[in-house]
Nanobody
């Protein structure tokens, strides 16, 4: 079984920075796309950014130029560097990964989420 564990959330002031991390644990053969999604208060879950194993990235328009997604393939870890944060970035941030287990089974895995609050 594969699990994703996020960390790095917390309270940050507007204009500040925060770095989220997500590590995949378990019987992993390979991971294709990894990404971050978020769900704000009263909102539906939305894409923030994704990154392939080759390093190709995709961002939501609302975070382009402010957030950077990166990954360490050797450590099955994905990061989200959040700069110039705004109050509207307040949300639960969820890690997601497309994983091929050693059994050969492919699945989409979600983390439990980490809360980011942007407030003065």
């Amino acid at each position: 079984q594969v699990q994703l564990v996020e960390s790095g959330g917390g309270l940050v002031q507007p204009g500040g920075s925060l770095r989220l991390s997500c590590v995949a644990n378990g019987s992993i053969f390979s991971i294709n796309v990894m990404g971050w999604y978020r769900q704000g208060p009263g909102k539906t879950r939305e894409l923030v950014a994704t990154i392939t194993s080759a390093g190709n990235t995709n961002y939501a328009n609302s975070v382009k130029g402010r957030f950077t997604i990166s990954r360490d393939n050797a450590k099955n870890t994905v990061f989200l560097q959040m700069n110039s944060v705004k109050p509207e970035d307040t949300a639960d941030y969820f890690c997601n990964a497309g994983v091929v287990a050693k059994s050969g089974r492919w699945s989409t895995v979600w983390g439990q989420g980490t809360l980011v609050t942007v407030s003065s």
